[in-house]
T-cell receptor
Framework: DSGVTQTPKHLITATGQRVTLRCSPR?????VYWYQQSLDQGLQFLIH???????AKGNILERFSAQQFPDLHSELNLSSLELGDSALYFC??????????????FGNGTRLTVT | AQTVTQSQPEMSVQEAETVTLSCTYD???????LFWYKQPPSRQMILVIR??????QNATENRFSVNFQKAAKSFSLKISDSQLGDAAMYFC??????????FGQGTRLTINP
């Protein structure tokens, strides 16, 4: 158990809809990362938050947004969903601030299916 | 931008044998970290081993070890005494400073009984 909690585990929704994925990082971790993994693909970085502030953006669509709350949990909002958004969405956390070698600890992912 | 390349989409090995998974990366930085993650059919991402670029000694974790060649920008993973539970996708990843992990495309490892 990595200590990172993601909910829900599975989500099935229709095109055009909006969903929210939730992530609770490991206790004490200030950094949260979101990754997208399409079928049989590698992990694509979406966005990184550190202690409530956005630190880096990757290939995140404008239809997607995220935030990290004061209690450090994070939410990824996906809107105007398309079939191609179907994927496994991972949240990861790390303790890094200045600790360069902190690995990322991953949650079990949310599997999103858009029909 | 940093890139990570895993040139072996698939590998297979007999149970109890040794297998090596390849990874190369591209960076102009001198201080960075490298990782191998395992993704079994359950789709969890599990940290296998990590290597600091400033350390010359290769990291080892039980049956897992790496061959880190900094000048060649190569970071291979060796799995000794392969077990059925080692079957998974293996991802090589690079991290520089407090930035994101950059992943390779993965190598699917099959263990033959």
């Amino acid at each position: 158990d990595s200590g990172v909690t993601q909910t829900p585990k599975h989500l099935i929704t229709a095109t055009g809809q909006r969903v929210t994925l939730r992530c609770s990082p490991r206790s004490g971790d200030l950094s949260v990362y979101w990754y997208q993994q399409s079928l049989d693909q590698g992990l694509q970085f979406l966005i990184h938050y550190y202690n409530g502030e956005e630190r880096a953006k990757g290939n995140i669509l404008e239809r997607f947004s995220a935030q990290q709350f004061p209690d450090l949990h994070s939410e990824l909002n996906l809107s105007s969903l398309e079939l191609g958004d179907s994927a496994l969405y991972f949240c990861a956390s790390s303790s890094q601030g200045s600790s360069y070698n902190s690995p990322l600890h991953f949650g079990n992912g949310t599997r999103l299916t858009v029909t | 931008a940093q890139t990570v390349t895993q040139s072996q989409p698939e590998m297979s090995v007999q149970e109890a044998e040794t297998v090596t998974l390849s990874c190369t990366y591209d960076t102009s930085e001198s201080d960075y970290y490298l990782f191998w993650y395992k993704q079994p059919p359950s789709r969890q991402m599990i940290l296998v081993i990590r290597q600091e670029a400033y350390k010359q000694q290769n990291a080892t974790e039980n049956r897992f070890s790496v061959n880190f060649q900094k000048a060649a920008k190569s970071f291979s993973l060796k799995i000794s005494d392969s077990q059925l539970g080692d079957a998974a996708m293996y991802f090589c990843a690079y991290k520089q400073g407090a930035q994101k992990l950059v992943f390779g495309q993965g190598t699917r490892l099959t263990i033959n009984p």
